[in-house]
């Protein structure tokens, strides 16, 4: 997945990928998110930080806030993070808030801005 040109502005955005836990909507126990990056050098627009978002019923949203914020590394394979507290919803946002990019302070001369964000895979459990 990877977001529209222009969704990150300077170094921080909210786009997020919506999940449905079940088919029919049923209120499921989260504890565990993974996530896939290509690692740097590899993938500059990849998601850094991440906060995951929840619902009971896919209208109204529950911000993760800092206790459900997470950090990727530079590593390939999936990336598991186990959640502060479970989380019981029928839906989640993995909202992203910043890519690799912005999170190494890169900025070379002449080089243009990643203005976009992304991620190979997403695991709940």
Request: charged content about 20%.
């Amino acid at each position: 997945w990877l977001s529209a040109k222009g969704t990150m502005h300077s170094d921080q955005c909210e786009e997020y990928l919506e999940f449905r836990l079940s088919p029919d909507g049923t209120i499921k126990r989260l504890s565990f998110v993974g996530v896939s990056i290509p690692p740097l050098p590899n993938g500059p627009v990849s998601v850094r930080r991440f906060r995951i978002d929840y619902s009971q019923d896919g209208t109204h949203w529950t911000k993760g806030g800092e206790n459900y914020m997470m950090e990727t590394m530079d590593f390939n394979g999936v990336q598991t993070f186990r959640l502060h507290r479970p989380i019981d919803a029928s839906h989640v946002r993995l909202t992203c808030l910043q890519n690799a990019f912005a999170a190494e302070n890169v900025y070379i001369s002449g080089m243009p801005p990643f203005d976009c964000i992304g991620l190979f895979h997403v695991r709940f459990k």
